[in-house]
Structures are given as C-alpha cells and as structure tokens.
C-alpha cells in the first residue's frame, strides 16, 4: 500500500496529526473584501451556482419547470424520510459575511410537510433547525413562502461549506427556488491564511481600530532579541516551521508594540476567535524544557484568554492565562509566561499547536504576544562537531537586506540556531555589512564572511551582482514557454498592463495557480531569481504562493506577503515582486517554470501578473566555497565480514505508475492495497479504500484467460531478466466477483457519504456525511467468497507457466489493516488469533502446493502493528492481554516455532514488515532544506540505539536490531524483510540519496530482502541510488559481497561503507549529505593502489569522473561534491 493510508492504522494521535495537516491545507480564509455593499451569494436561481454541487439523495431534481417561483427552474424535492437535498460548495465560505439565508418554499398536496434544515461543515452539522421554527404556521399548500434564517441567531457564524434539508415520514414534495446569502455580515472572521496577514487583521480599514491608540510604549524599535537555547517560534516573524491557521483578528507584524526587535502578534480576541499557530515539526517533550512567552495588554490589560496547547488540532493542555498571571494580563508592559513542558502532562508527550481563544463573550481589547519560545534540554544540547553558516554561499543584489543563521551541528546530528551567540565579521566591509546575521549588499563585489562561536569558526561568501533578465512573459509567453495552468487562464488580458497592452489575468480561487514551464532546464547555480510585476485589481490583499517547479516537482513555495513592502498585494497599482532562489533556500539542481498560487481556498478577486522575466548571473560560476573541517574517513581491514544479500535491492510493482528504469532490480513485488482482493482468474481487482472500494478489471472488455492476465505478464517480465518475483496471495477470503466495475459502498443504496469517485459518483467512500462509517453493507456487492483453494490453484498455475520459478509468497498485504483499507469487506479489526489462523490455514495450504516456497508474513503495516492488534488499536488492550501481554510479532513468531516443532513445517521463512518514517515530509518529494535534514535524520531509525525521531512514536525505534532480537528470542533462523518503505520521492538528490544509503544500511545491519515502495523514472538521482550497486558502470557491473566495518569521523555529514566485493575488488561508498563540497581522508589500509571514482549529484547522473591514487599506505585524499554519493572501485594492488 502507499505511504498516504498508513496514518489509519496509527494510534490516535497519529491520526488526529494528519487531520491537522489536512486542515493546514484547507481551511486557510483570504481576507473579506471592505465596503458597506449588501453581499449576495447565489446558491440557486433557475440553476445551481457554479461553486456549488448538488449531493443530493435520489428523490430531488433541479430542473423542475412546472412548479416555479421565478424564473423558469425551481428544485423538486421527495421529501419523505431519509431523502434529502443537499447542495455542497466546491470550497469553504465563511457564513459571517452574511446576515441571512433565505429561500422560497412551497407545498404541494395538503401543505403541512416538515423538514429539518442543517448547515454544514465538512458533513458534519454546525446547526440544525426544524421547520416548525421556522415556519411556525406549516407550510402552505400551492403557496410560495419565503423563509429567512438570521444566520448569527442560528449560531452559523464561521465556516462551512454545504446546505442539507432533509424530509420527514411520508409526505408529498417540495419546492425550492431563489436559494441565497445576503447581507453585509458581522465582524466574525473564521481563519486566516498560513504565513500570516502582516499588512494588518482582516476586515481593517479606514475609520476601524488605530493600533497607535493603543500603545502604551512608542515607535521606537525594542531591545535587540535575545538568544535563546532551544529556536523562536515568533520572533518578529514566524519560524519556517510555524505556520498561521488562526481564525479571528490577528496581526503577524504590529510595530506599535513591541517587546524587543521591530513587531509583535496582535490579536483580538472576539467570541469564539483564535490565534492558532501551528508547527509542522512535532515538539516533544524529550528534546524541549520549557515554553516561553510575553503578553502585553494593550491601553487595557485584563484581558480573560485561554492558552491552549494542541496536538492534531485536538486539544492537549489549555488554562486561562491568570493561571500564570494571578493579577491579570498587565496593561502596557511586558509579562512573561514560562510552562515547563514536563509537567503538563501531555499525551504521548507532544505538542504541534499553541491555541488563544477569548474566554468572554464579544470583542474584547487587544493584547500583543512576543518573543514565543522553545527550549532545548541540557541532555539534548550535545556535543557541538562544528559550526556551519545556513546559506554558505548566497548570491545578493546591491540594496539587498537577508538574515542568515549560524547553527551549530551536534553530536547527535541535529542542528542548533546560534546566531545570536556568534560574532560576526566581514572582510570587505565596503561591499556588504554584517549585523546579528544580518546582510546588506552595498555594490558589487565578492565578501567573506565569518562566523565564530565560542571555539568554533566557519566562513561563507557572498556575491553581490547586478542581473541579466531573460523575458519569460511580455504581452505574450516568449518563445520556449507554455501555459500549463490546471484551469484556463486569460493571458491576452487588456483591462490591465504594465507594459503593452496585455497581461496575465489570473482569479486567486480555491488554491489554483498560474503554471508557466519552459522547455529548457536551467542550472539553479547560474541564476539568481525571478521578477515579475503584479497589480492587485480592485480590492488587493490577495492571498499568494510562490513556487520555483521543476518538471511536476514543486522546488519549495514562499508566502509573497513576506516579499510585498507593506505586507499584502495593494490594490488598484502595479507592484514589482523579486523573488530569488534563495528565498527557497535552493543553491543546486534545475528548474525550469514557476507557479503563481492562489493560497487559500476562498474566492478572491483577479490579480494581474506582466513583464515576467528570469534573472540570470552573469557572473555564475565566480562564488568561491567554504572549507569545511576534513573528515577522516577509515576501513577497518581487520573486522568481521557480514554477507550482503542481493535480495535487498527490491521494488514494488505499481502497474499504475510503472517505473521506467530498465535496471535488473533483484527482487520485485506483486503488492498493495488491489492485491489483496485480486481474482487472478478474472483479471482483475478491488482498488480498495485507495480508490472508494471500487471493482475494476484489468485489459479491455474483450479479454479472456488465453490472451494472459496482469500477474501472468508481470511475472514473466520479471523472470525473463532473471530476478525474482514476490507474489502476494490473498488470504482474506473475498475477491471480485466479475469484471464488470461495482463498488462497495453505492450512495443510494446506503446513502450520501463524504466523498464520491469522480467517475463514478455513487461509489462512495464507506462514511457518511456526519464522520460515521457505513455499517451493515453488503460485501457480495462486490465480491464473492474463496479460501485456499483459490489460493493454491493460483499457486499451481504459476508454477506450470514459470517452470516452477516462483518461489516467493507472502501472506496479504498488510492484514493488520484489513479493517481499514477493505472495511467493506472485513469491518472488524482482526485480531492475534485472526491473523495467526489465516497464517496456519493459507501458508499450510501453499507449502503442501509448493513443497519450495518461501512464506512472508506477517506483513505488518509499521510500528503499531509491531506490538499489538489492530483490535487493541495501537494500545495494550484486552487482545494482548489475552496473549499473555506479549507483544504482536513477538507472538506471531511463537505460534510459528512451536508450530514448525510439531509439524516439521516452517510456516514464516522471512518476519516481514513495512516502515515509513512517520516524521512530516520525509516519505514525499519535498526538498526543502529542514525536509532534506530530517530526511537524512531518518535513516538512523533503521539502525541507532539511541535515536529519537521527530514523531509520535517518541523512543529509539532502532527497526533493523529490533527485529533481529525478535527473530533470535522467537524463532533463531528466520530472515527478515522490508517490502515496503520510501525516504523520499520525485526527482531531488535528497531523495536519491536517501536511497542510495538505506541500501548500504539494509546491507551493513544484515537484512535479507527489501523492496522500495514508489516506483520512480530512469535518469534520476533514486535510479542512480539503485544503480550503484548493480550496474554501476553502465556495463553491467554490480556489487556483491561482504560488508567490512567503515568508520567516519561525522557520520552525519558523509556517511561511509565499504562492501568486500566476491570478484576481489572493494567498494567504498561515501554519502556527502551536507550543502558543501567536503574533504576525506581515506583509509583503505595496506595493499591497495589505485581506485576508479563514480559518482551522482543534483546535476549529473551517475558516471565515472576519474581514477585516484593511493599512497603506500592506503590513504586517499578526496573531494566530494556537495549532495553526492560516491562509489570508489578499488584493485587490490597485489
């Protein structure tokens, strides 16, 4: 199965963690539009209004034309029991920019019918009113009424997104007609957008609030920030892994009050209004002390708010803040709350979100926040290795302001920010000044910077350059460049231009995007940025992204408010915007185009965008490159010799997304959600929960079991190389029932759910419009019963068409979340017993087909499944307890060996498992620099005693030892495999390199059999990850052999392996995993000479780049490039 459904097999806080990264995504509001104008939303009037969708249930039509009450449509509606209408917008409204819902109602028959109307968000009711309470007098028959609902006195004040009126008993229809919103609205504002509003709170204008009334101090700026052991979540800006999801009146950049450097938080609280910022990087109690931050009240003070501290949007600590501040919130000074993490007693000891809300009914003062810190524990602050500058090496423009960071790397490979605690000098202060980290480029020229830290001293450099632009956009795309927006864009737009006549006209809706992409690829070293120009239309404040692209790959994004010099998009003018690479902290690789994105689900009005154009250096190339301390890299000649099983280096078929690599990958899998319920006589398969628990059949119409199935082909292509096949066979005792498309959970047989297949959109997804799982289906819907014998005829039937080559079968995909991804068939969650029993039954039957075969069980999902049942739901619950307490695998590998001492068969031959990190990012294709850290991080999971990654799991997850112990405490013999896993995606060198090294861990920590899953295309860094060690020449030449301790002296930095090869050659693989070119020392020890280099970076795929020399001893001097695996190709010399 794919990495998007592993957070359903989580815990609960696992699962209310991606809830609130969804949310992070959706529900982030623009700014309501200012003015005294009456708003009218049309929903419907003679049709539906395009943002809106008609979800409705069987007996409603929208295209009655006999009963009317203008126009010539109106809605019919059966409005009997369990029919209802249901209109559902395509985005998110706020329900506060309008005072009323109304619409015309009629009869028919004797009047008197009764429905319930409900406001809804997400399917779930936020207010439900009978039409008794509205319509006190019934509802007349052959009569239209209007009736009108003040949304504020029904408590529909915020957010929502669908209409839902449902009937009663047995009753005769309705009609609907002139269906709308209206109204200037109130004050209630429900979000805001990520990153902030800096330009000011929402709904701000002439004749509203005036900060300067409010200050108690002056404009003078604060004292300087002060460093912090530990990093700032606000300190004039939000932290890079800190975003805005507040709702209410909120200001990102007050500079009227301030408790030190230049702006402070100001918020509002008013009703139900909060100030929510949320982190992406879990913090955890075991890496952070304290929480630290400062409230000032205003002219006021004493304000009543609550602070709450949140974990996936649910709601983990919360105390009214006189729980720190016995006297009140202080009117026009500075007060300090401080909370030791510890005591608070967090579940599973986390955190993701600090939460305000008032605590009084209505609008209350201001109160500003500053300075929200988090410290480090002392145990945490390791050993510093060495100090390193953020952007080492920075391109700037003369006039050009940045702020870099010093950071320390730790002992434990993570980073520290200390850049407050640095001394900062620079050596040609005529060409850039230096101030706290602070950068400002005078005139061209090229500048050395240094940093010192206590004892530790690094440099970095800077360009600064006047650019060259190359047009992308001028009344028309230039020669090269194409509009690839994912809806249609005016790019010959006259209303307005900057230049010409013509511009881009562009409505920032729902999170679309302006998409332009050229057809060259251009070096991220050789320019400096973009430029563009755009104008704001009639209301500004419009809401943006930034993103550099590559191919399909998002490069990174940036809020364009941080780039505006006031803070938001002004209106009525054109606006020049610069946006450099290194704003995205990119320094290598390729782009090629750019997306301009709307960032918030609202609708807005049209912005404009004219005279784009890339800017080149022309003097790239010219920027020298830190030196960094050398590593000392060493071979232990001496050590004990670990065999390295080939079958490591595995993928996963996806016959959606074939891979286009013609690499001879060692092992690959027959796997995924579909393959649990595949008919491999039919040909086809159930898609599962990944798409709503649909039947589809593979090939055309026409096929039939002579032309060959799916499986049949795949197992073939693969022999016919001359690797091997894993093969999953079902074990849950239903698959499709024909080849005709049939789904499990059809909207009008159970009822209107959540979601539908775009194609089909009765197929629903199994939940209903209030979060409550569809129970009670019918699984023959789809499917039919089989057992073993489905399953060893399939068997057989491999082995007559491979000439018994097949050898390899694991037992489903993932039982353990059967419940979950094939609830329509198996709702209950299995259970220890369960999943033993279907090991016994099915693997008995195979190996009595296949006296050879080797069985893989029992496929567990990841860590929950480790330990327990799906039935205890990632907790010791009753099930385990019934098992003596011992955890799953434990247990599974018991049954096993005694069931192998009593029968003679060996019914687990390989413990088998899935891993996905669950840190945020690192299974993705992002490549920003804090994904790409954490993503090298990760890799220690596999193998570290003592690492502790940023995620819920919270202890050592140490897998590769972990199983290995299992196995030799259960079951001594057993193999292990991992047949599913992902450290990154895409086309970024982080990901390829993550690859590359997970393969020399699988080798080096003794795993027997892995397969990657999420396939990849040819001529990209994980293609190269691959290549390395089976055909690194391009002739064939593959690495096998015996794994030989290697030792780094920063391993986080340059991680090193060396594998014996069986042809008597060594291999050396050396990781350089950091942003700069580093120097090694290599010792290879005695008795070798000469070595041949390959290596792969951002830039060039994987090919030879020369041969080195030894020295007598064996030592080698080398330089590797920054973000590279290199492969040295070792002769011994006698």
């Known amino acids: 199965m794919g990495t998007s459904m592993k957070a359903k097999g989580r815990s609960k806080v696992a699962v209310l963690l991606t809830t609130a990264m969804l949310f992070t995504q959706l529900a982030v509001p623009g700014p309501r539009a200012l003015g005294s104008e009456i708003n009218q939303l049309s929903v419907f009037d003679d049709q539906l209004e395009e943002t809106f969708h008609n979800n409705s249930?069987?007996?409603?039509s929208l295209d009655e034309t006999g009963t009317v009450y203008e126009g010539i449509r109106s809605i019919r509606f059966e409005a009997d029991e369990g029919q209802a209408v249901y209109l559902y917008k395509d985005r998110i409204m706020n329900a506060g920019e309008y005072d009323d819902f109304s619409f015309w109602l009629r009869g028919s028959g004797q009047g008197g019918q009764s429905f319930k109307l409900a406001f809804t968000l997400g399917g779930q009711a936020l207010a439900e009113l009978n039409s008794a309470d509205l319509l006190p007098d019934g509802i007349p028959a052959g009569e239209w009424v209007k009736v009108t609902v003040p949304l504020d006195e029904a408590g529909v004040q915020g957010w929502m997104d669908g209409i839902l009126i449902w009937g009663a008993g047995q009753q005769e229809p309705l009609f609907l007609d002139n269906i709308s919103f209206t109204g200037q609205g109130g004050s209630q504002e429900p979000g805001g957008n990520p990153g902030g509003n800096p330009g000011g709170e929402p709904g701000e204008g002439p004749g509203n609030e005036d900060p300067g009334n409010e200050d108690p101090g002056n404009e003078e700026p604060g004292d300087?920030?002060?460093?912090?052991?530990?990093?700032?979540?606000?300190?004039?800006?939000?932290?890079?892994?800190v975003t805005n999801n507040s709702w209410g009146q909120v200001n990102l950049a007050d500079s009227s009050v301030k408790r030190t450097g230049t702006r402070s938080i100001r918020f509002t609280p008013n009703g139900d209004g909060a100030l929510y910022l949320y982190s992406t990087q879990l913090l955890t109690v075991n890496a952070y002390e304290k929480l630290r931050l400062w409230v000032n009240g205003g002219s006021d003070g004493g304000q009543k708010v609550q602070l709450a501290l949140t974990a996936g949007g649910a709601t983990a600590f919360e105390r009214p803040l006189e729980h720190w501040l016995p006297d009140g919130v202080p009117a026009g000074e500075w007060a300090l709350i401080e909370m030791d993490l510890a005591e608070l007693g967090l579940e599973h000891r986390l955190f993701d979100g600090i939460r305000l809300t008032g605590l009084e009914p209505g609008k209350q003062a201001p109160l500003y926040l500053d300075d929200i810190a988090i410290t480090s524990r002392q145990a945490a602050q390791a050993a510093v290795l060495e100090l390193r500058i953020d952007q080492p090496r920075l391109v700037m423009l003369p006039g050009e302001h940045r702020q870099i960071q010093a950071e320390t790397l730790l002992q434990s490979g993570d980073t520290a920010i200390v850049t407050g605690n640095t001394e900062w000098t620079v050596d040609q202060p005529e060409l850039l000044s230096v101030e706290g980290g602070e950068l400002v480029a005078l005139k061209?020229?090229?500048?050395?910077?240094?940093?010192?830290?206590?004892?530790?001293?690094?440099?970095?450099?800077?360009?600064?350059?006047?650019?060259?632009?190359?047009?992308?956009?001028?009344?028309?795309?230039?020669?090269?460049?194409?509009?690839?927006?994912?809806?249609?864009?005016?790019?010959?737009?006259?209303?307005?231009?900057?230049?010409g006549s013509r511009s881009i006209k562009f409505e920032p809706d729902g999170w679309d995007g302006v998409w332009v992409s050229g057809e060259s690829k251009k070096s991220v070293e050789d320019y400096y940025g973009i430029r563009f120009w755009l104008h704001g239309g009639s209301t500004g404040g419009q809401e943006l992204l930034f993103h550099f692209y590559n191919g399909n790959q998002s490069l990174g994004s940036l809020d364009l408010n941080e780039v505006f010099p006031t803070g938001s998009l002004p209106a009525g003018q054109w606006t020049e915007v610069t946006v450099s690479l290194a704003d995205l902290g990119l320094d290598l690789g390729f782009f090629d185009g750019f997306i301009v994105q709307?960032?918030?689900?609202?609708?807005?009005?049209?912005?404009?965008?004219?005279?784009?154009?890339?800017?080149?250096?022309?003097?790239?190339?010219?920027?020298?490159?830190?030196?960094?301390?050398?590593?000392?890299?060493?071979?232990?000649?001496?050590?004990?010799?670990?065999?390295?099983?080939?079958?490591?280096?595995?993928?996963?078929?996806?016959?959606?997304?074939?891979?286009?690599?013609?690499?001879?990958?060692?092992?690959?899998?027959?796997?995924?959600?579909?393959?649990?319920?595949?008919?491999?006589?039919?040909?086809?398969?159930?898609?599962?929960?990944?798409?709503?628990?649909?039947?589809?059949?593979?090939?055309?119409?026409?096929?039939?079991?002579?032309?060959?199935?799916?499986?049949?082909?795949?197992?073939?292509?693969?022999?016919?190389?001359?690797?091997?096949?894993?093969?999953?066979?079902?074990?849950?005792?239903?698959?499709p029932k024909d080849r005709t498309v049939s789904y499990g959970f059809s909207q009008q047989k159970y009822g209107a759910q959540?979601?539908?297949?775009?194609?089909?959109?009765?197929?629903?997804?199994?939940?209903?419009?209030?979060?409550?799982?569809?129970?009670?289906?019918?699984?023959?819907?789809?499917?039919?019963?089989?057992?073993?014998?489905?399953?060893?005829?399939?068997?057989?039937?491999?082995?007559?068409?491979?000439?018994?080559?097949?050898?390899?079968?694991?037992?489903?995909?993932?039982?353990?979340?059967?419940?979950?991804?094939?609830?329509?068939?198996?709702?209950?969650?299995?259970?220890?017993?369960?999943?033993?029993?279907?090991?016994?039954?099915?693997?008995?039957?195979?190996?009595?087909?296949?006296?050879?075969?080797?069985?893989?069980?029992?496929?567990?999902?990841?860590?929950?499944?480790?330990?327990?049942?799906?039935?205890?739901?990632?907790?010791?619950?009753?099930?385990?307890?019934?098992?003596?307490?011992?955890?799953?695998l434990e247990w599974y590998l018991q049954q096993a060996s005694r069931h192998e001492q009593e029968t003679g068969m060996k019914l687990v031959d390989y413990l088998t498992i899935h891993y996905y990190s669950q840190e945020g990012g690192v299974p993705s294709e992002n490549e920003s620099p804090q994904v790409s850290k954490r993503r090298f991080q990760a890799l220690k999971a596999l193998y570290d005693n003592n690492f502790v990654d940023q995620s819920w799991i919270q202890e050592p997850i140490r897998l590769i030892p972990r199983m290995k112990e299992i196995i030799e405490r259960n079951q001594p013999g057993v193999k292990l495999a991992i047949t599913e896993y992902n450290f990154g995606n895409g086309f970024g060198v982080t990901a390829g390199l993550a690859q590359a090294e997970a393969l020399a861990i699988f080798g080096r920590e003794g795993v027997d059999l892995a397969t990657r899953f999420g396939n990849f295309e040819a001529d990209t860094p994980i293609e190269d990850a691959f290549k390395l060690y089976l055909d690194y020449d391009g002739q064939g030449s593959k690495i096998e052999g015996s794994s030989v301790r290697t030792n780094s002296s920063l391993f986080d930095a340059v991680g090193s392996y060396t594998i014996e090869g069986t042809d008597g050659k060594t291999y050396v693989l050396l990781f350089n995993k950091d942003t700069l070119s580093r120097d090694v020392q290599l010792e290879l020890g005695e008795g070798f000479d000469a070595a041949e280099v390959y290596n792969f970076d951002a830039i060039r795929r994987l090919a030879k780049t020369g041969d080195l020399a030894a020295s007598e001893n064996g030592s080698v001097s080398l330089k590797l490039p920054k973000r590279s695996a290199t492969l040295l190709v070792v002769d011994p010399s006698n």
Request: hydrophobic share 35%; aromatic share 12%; glycine share 8%.
């Open 754 to 888: 959540q979601e539908g297949a775009w194609e089909l959109p009765d197929a629903g997804n199994g939940v209903f419009r209030d979060g409550t799982s569809v129970t009670n289906n019918d699984p023959f819907d789809t499917s039919i019963r089989v057992g073993t014998e489905f399953a060893t005829d399939w068997v057989r039937d491999m082995a007559a068409k491979s000439n018994d080559k097949v050898r390899l079968y694991a037992l489903d995909n993932e039982p353990d979340l059967w419940h979950v991804t094939h609830r329509d068939v198996h709702p209950e969650a299995p259970t220890y017993d369960e999943l033993w029993n279907k090991t016994v039954e099915y693997g008995t039957a195979i190996k009595q087909a296949d006296p050879d075969a080797q069985l893989l069980g029992p496929v567990s999902w990841g860590w929950c499944g480790y330990f327990y049942s799906p039935a205890d739901w990632c907790a010791d619950g009753p099930d385990r307890q019934a098992h003596g307490g011992t955890p799953f």
């Open 598 to 735: 709307a960032a918030t689900e609202q609708n807005q009005e049209a912005i404009y965008i004219d005279d784009i154009a890339f800017l080149s250096n022309p003097n790239a190339g010219q920027l020298p490159e830190p030196e960094l301390p050398l590593v000392n890299v060493s071979v232990d000649q001496t050590s004990e010799r670990k065999p390295i099983s080939n079958n490591i280096y595995g993928i996963n078929y996806d016959e959606g997304h074939p891979t286009t690599s013609t690499l001879p990958f060692e092992v690959e899998r027959w796997g995924g959600n579909q393959t649990t319920r595949y008919n491999w006589q039919l040909n086809a398969a159930n898609r599962a929960s990944d798409w709503f628990f649909i039947n589809y059949p593979y090939d055309n119409q026409d096929w039939d079991p002579s032309q060959g199935s799916l499986s049949d082909r795949f197992v073939e292509r693969v022999l016919a190389r001359g690797n091997q096949v894993l093969m999953t066979i079902p074990t849950i005792g239903w698959t």
């Open 57 to 60: 249930w069987a007996g409603v």
């Open 224 to 241: 300087p920030i002060e460093p912090v052991e530990g990093f700032y979540l606000y300190d004039d800006k939000l932290a890079d892994s």
């Open 444 to 499: 061209p020229g090229i500048a050395k910077i240094t940093a010192t830290h206590k004892n530790f001293t690094t440099d970095g450099f800077v360009q600064i350059t006047e650019v060259q632009a190359e047009q992308v956009y001028d009344e028309s795309l230039a020669a090269g460049f194409h509009n690839y927006s994912w809806h249609e864009k005016d790019f010959a737009n006259t209303e307005q231009a900057r230049s």
